[in-house]
């Protein structure tokens, strides 16, 4: 059998796939150093509905679709802002950090220190830190956990079987949000491929990270660049999962445990900047299985 890397992992190929078990991945995209620095026209007076100019982005990705949470926050939170015009009122009033999103109209253009916070107050960057964009599980074709010399513990397949994953197409479309009307596309930025290779034994991985990469192109429009940041990936964890019950194991007993307990390889035990849901801002957690599927046996030798 030839080995194949295609995409995402590098997996033994045979029939051992064939009978449903998996290494399932969760895989989250992350997001930094954000900036806009061109004219983006999303909310806008001649728009109703509107909370003019300020409003959240959202991200959609290969990680996961744009909704209104921190996935790519701006600067402006509970603000005093003033237009050209010097009429003054409180902006970014909700619990979202936001941006200026009608930089081409008279009223909001730069330079204006109370409407753009950078490059002396004609640009825009970011306020907070690290983003989660995404987050995503992915199940990996594996082995079924076997010994290497007869009669001792599974060292071979499971999860350990998983020795590279890559992202494939890395994109992040930015949406201005609306709550009522369409939202506005303000611009897709490409990034380069972004690939790990997860520390696993047979149960599961440990918590991995890509490097960070800057962007590579842009799309609608593909120029002028608008916004620019810095994207990475992480593998937060993975965990063994038997789907049909068709492993046997080379130690005569085992338990069937819920993935909330779930530990996996204890070779990485120092926290990493990970968030495992995109909806509230990120913090520091350790690794931890807590949002998987429970219905799915993961399998301990006992």
């Known amino acids: 059998m030839q080995t194949s890397r295609r995409l995402a992992v590098a997996v033994l190929v045979g029939h051992h796939f064939l009978t449903g078990q998996v290494c399932r991945l969760s895989v989250a995209g992350l997001n930094q150093k954000r900036?806009?620095?061109?004219?983006?026209?999303?909310?806008?007076?001649?728009?109703?509905?509107?909370?003019?100019?300020?409003?959240?982005?959202?991200?959609?990705s290969p990680f996961g679709q744009k909704h209104?949470?921190?996935?790519?926050?701006?600067?402006?939170?509970?603000?005093?802002?003033?237009?050209?015009?010097?009429?003054?009122?409180?902006?970014?009033?909700?619990?979202?950090?936001?941006?200026?999103?009608?930089?081409?109209?008279?009223?909001?253009?730069?330079p204006n220190c109370s409407l753009f916070n950078s490059a002396n107050c004609t640009e825009q960057a970011?306020?907070?830190?690290?983003?989660?964009?995404?987050?995503?599980?992915?199940?990996?074709?594996?082995?079924?956990?076997?010994?290497?010399?007869?009669?001792?513990?599974?060292?071979?397949?499971?999860?350990?079987?998983?020795?590279q994953f890559t992202s494939g197409v890395n994109f992040m479309s930015l949406y201005e949000l609306d709550p009522v009307l369409t939202d506005e596309l303000v611009q897709t930025i490409y990034f380069p491929e972004l690939t790990v290779k997860p520390v696993c034994d047979v149960l599961g991985c440990a918590p991995v990270g890509s490097e960070w990469v800057e962007p590579s192109s842009w799309d609608s429009p593909s120029a002028p660049a608008k916004v620019f940041a810095q994207v990475a990936m992480v593998v937060n964890w993975g965990g063994f999962l038997d789907l049909n019950r068709a492993c046997r194991w080379p130690t005569p007993?085992?338990?069937?445990?819920?993935?909330?307990?779930f530990s996996g390889p204890t070779s990485r035990q120092t926290p990493l900047p990970l968030h495992l849901e995109s909806n509230s801002r990120p913090q520091r957690l350790y690794l931890q299985a807590r949002n998987s599927p429970r219905a799915s046996p993961v399998y301990r030798c006992a």
Request: net charge negative; hydrophobic share 25%; charged share 15%.
């Open 68 to 110: 209104d949470s921190h996935q790519f926050d701006g600067w402006c939170h509970n603000a005093r802002v003033c237009d050209n015009t010097g009429s003054c009122t409180n902006a970014c009033v909700d619990r979202w950090y936001e941006w200026n999103s009608c930089t081409d109209h008279p009223l909001y253009r730069p």
């Open 253 to 261: 007993t085992f338990g069937s445990v819920s993935a909330a307990s």
């Open 35 to 60: 900036r806009v620095v061109g004219n983006v026209r999303g909310e806008c007076p001649a728009e109703v509905v509107h909370t003019v100019p300020f409003g959240n982005w959202g991200v959609t």
């Open 126 to 163: 970011s306020s907070t830190g690290v983003n989660v964009h995404g987050t995503k599980y992915v199940d990996v074709p594996v082995r079924c956990p076997t010994a290497s010399t007869g009669g001792g513990n599974a060292d071979q397949g499971g999860c350990k079987d998983v020795t």
